[in-house]
């Protein structure tokens, strides 16, 4: 597909503690400060930043239209190119992508990419009204208004079709918690049982309290750069190998019962009695896992992958993106963690930062985040920035991250190298 | 001439709530009323008033659809409408116990997909008359339809048959 432009890189990074409340702190701060932290890491100055990408998903939260703008003045960028990215959930990793068409189009030569999202203005329930308006307003969200409860009729259909079971989904939320305990930056890092997530309060069938990602204040910024600018800034940069996007229908009633999407490890007989997408699948979490492994050259995901970062927000979709992902066939999601492949030292580690889920969810930052903890894995510089080493993944030399939008609407996947 | 140094803005009576004062956190309010358009939808809000749920069907490629939809997705040709049968079965269910801030007091509540024989495409609603445990894949259910329309896709809904 298409020409590829000229090569990204990633310089550095920077994230804020995400946290329930950060009252102290304004969207403008905030991101000043995750700002400051990724300039200050690879002595960048403001000076070599030649323009940015804006990530924030809902103007409801701080009743403020061009939030953009007032961080873009406060970091002291302007009067540089700027615009605003927003799709769902899966805001950051547009925006992480829209950078790097920045720089790959020759347009810019360093491009600051910084989310954010201010969720503690309003109680939680308000704010599930807010992400819910996300959600067609005609036909969607007078009937339930809630994602949990979309998620949740999504993971029924995948127990269903696959046999996937509740134990499944709480690995993964024991799994990525736990994981979070050696992340300074995540919100809720616990250890936890397969009785503590099922017993936690049932917020929709299946999905308890723990099975579901958090509201939380925070930001994350990415700065990328084109080759010869990559390299004067640091000597160890990361490159942005390849990119990924695919959509699907507004409305989950709306999602064809087909045939399925393949990825070159696979074939048609591999799926005989299979409707797909239906509600059980992301195929635009498939679509977009295709583009990126064609423009990387991958053709078996799990041998070819060595840390994911991906977008969990319930634990069924974790399950659901390890399959969009071909790190397994299609109902082999349940399995995939039972056998602990996606452990922090199983086949492929699958949010060794703690993911969404216990790092927290402040949308517009959430998948700057993963760039920036993607970009410390392949640096090799995880002991460095969370002052311990437990959640370096030995070996990392290449990574994917992945952000998803409300029922999979929106689905970016972005392929990440080592090049040290 | 009007110049007046002495000028004063009036005081009131009314004040902000304050929540806490390092940071310094106040009660902002907002509300709005909308001039809200169906548009080209507005025939399947109508015809819930006569009990009768309203899918989309291509003129083109006769993919059908279980929801209002004026193109098709498959070819993007003009669809027509056409009455969906009232009976269907569940594709997928589940109850929320907790919900958007608008309908907590209605929780819990069941939410299910339906699919109907020969409709290329699944209808949201909502699932009154069983429990969790009463609610499986694949049960029958029937469409019924409130009698003061809300002029909502909740005039329909959804009880076990």
Known sequence: MKHKGHNVYMVSGGVTKFAKATPEMDFRLRVKKAFDYALNDANISLGDIDG?????????????????????????????????????????????????????????DVCAVYG???????????????????SDTNFDYPVGGFYTGYYAMMAVRHMHEFGTTVEQLAKVSIKNHGNAIHNPYAQSPAKLTIDDVRNSPMVAYPLTRLDVCTMSDGAAVAILASEEKAFELSDNPVLVKSIGTGTDTMRLADRPLGKVTLLPNEKESDYRNLQYPGVHSFRAGRTAAREAYEGAGITDPLEELDVIELHDAYTSSEIQTYEDLGLCKYGEGGAFIDEGKSELNGKVAVNPSGGLLASGHPVGASGIMQGVFMFWQLQHTIKKHFKDDALQVKNAKRGLIHSHAGTGTYVTATIMEAVK | MTINPDAKMPETQSGTEVYSFDPLVVKSHYEIDYIHSYAQDSEFFRALGKKKLMGSKCKKCGYTYATPRGHCMMCGSETEWYQLPNEGRIHTFTTCYFGSEEFLPETPFNLIMV??????????????????????????????????????????????I
Do not use: C
């Open chain 1, 52 to 108: 940015s990408v804006a990530s924030y998903f809902s103007d409801h939260f701080q009743r403020q239209l061009m939030s953009g703008i007032m961080v873009q003045d406060y970091l002291g960028l302007t009067p540089k190119p700027s615009k605003r990215v927003e799709g769902g959930g899966a805001t950051g990793g547009l925006a992480f992508q829209t950078g790097a068409e920045e720089i790959a189009s020759g347009r810019m």
């Open chain 1, 116 to 134: 954010f999202e201010t969720m503690s203005h309003v109680n939680t329930w308000k704010g599930n009204e807010f992400i819910a308006l996300a």
């Open chain 2, 115 to 160: 699919e109907f024989d020969g409709v290329d495409s699944l209808f949201m609603a909502r699932l009154i008359g069983a429990d969790l445990e009463d609610m499986k894949i694949g049960m029958k259910v029937r469409a019924k339809f409130r009698r003061n329309q809300k002029i909502s896709p909740t005039d329909v809904y959804f009880v076990p």
